[in-house]
């Protein structure tokens, strides 16, 4: 399973990387197909964001700690110091890392928006539990 990661190298530049998530196939129920599921990662708190409409930029800033982000609807444009843009529609996630350096800049689609951050204290660094 693919995740776009926004990450800070020593030097504070912040970068895009695409991380592989290693996944194992779980079947929940037995008349259910199994799927792909992640290992469990340690999470330290979950905050639920309404952006307002109108929002449209929010300037160059970090993340107090690593994070993964659940776009539940709308659409936001990150850029990194490097220059690189990605466009994050509804429904995708992005582990965001840069908690030093340069940061990022986040662009948003015009409309209201609802986010999921997860506090992931080690980000994906740490073995799963």
Not at 122 to 129: H, S, V
Request: charged share 20%.
């Amino acid at each position: 399973m693919k995740c776009l990661r926004i990450y800070a190298t020593p030097d504070g530049e912040s970068h895009f990387d695409d991380v592989e998530l290693p996944t194992t196939k779980m079947s929940v129920h037995p008349d259910a197909v199994p799927f792909d599921v992640t290992s469990s990662y340690p999470a330290s708190h979950v905050r639920i964001a309404r952006i307002p409409a109108g929002m449209r930029e929010v300037a160059w800033h970090t993340v107090p700690d690593p994070n993964l982000c659940v776009r539940l609807d709308g659409s936001v444009d990150y850029e990194t110091s490097d220059g690189d843009m990605r466009h994050v529609p509804a429904g995708r996630f992005v582990l965001v890392e840069d908690t030093h350096g340069k940061g990022h800049l986040s662009r948003h689609s015009p409309e209201a928006q609802t986010v999921i951050w997860i506090s992931l204290p080690n980000g994906l660094d740490m073995p799963p539990i």
